[in-house]
């Protein structure tokens, strides 16, 4: 299972950006949630953003009203599209997918991570 992660960059405070997150391999024949994490120097990784397989959201609260999760059609990659970026969104951000496959039953999977700079 391979899941390649991209979009991060450095922004400036007020800025956008879009990451994307694509799964592949054999053994994600379902594919469950997808999240992304994020850690900041110093600090423990959070949980950021979910999708449920029924296209269930969720957020910390820090980032409700700025970025959005979504899935695209196929359900095998993963958005995270971030507005109104502030600094204390600086952090390298992670996906995460749990998959299901006969072989293996349930398991998360984590991609490479993606840094994200703001600029005051």
């Known amino acids: 299972v391979q899941l390649q992660a991209s979009g991060g960059g450095l922004v400036q405070a007020g800025g956008s950006l879009r990451l994307s997150c694509a799964a592949s391999?054999?053994?994600?024949?379902?594919?469950?949630?997808m999240r992304w994490f994020r850690q900041a120097p110093g600090k423990e990784r959070e949980l950021v953003a979910g999708?449920?397989?029924?296209?269930?959201?969720n957020y910390v609260e820090s980032v409700k009203g700025r970025f959005v999760i979504s899935r695209d059609k196929s359900g095998y990659t993963v958005y995270l599209q971030m507005n109104s970026l502030k600094p204390e969104d600086t952090a390298v951000y992670f996906c995460?997918?749990?998959?299901?496959?006969?072989?293996?039953?349930?398991?998360?999977?984590w991609g490479q991570g993606t840094l994200v700079t703001v600029s005051s």
């Open positions: 999708i449920s397989s029924g296209e269930r959201t």
């Open positions: 391999g054999n053994n994600l024949r379902i594919i469950n949630r």
């Open positions: 995460n997918v749990n998959g299901w496959a006969p072989s293996t039953g349930s398991v998360d999977y």
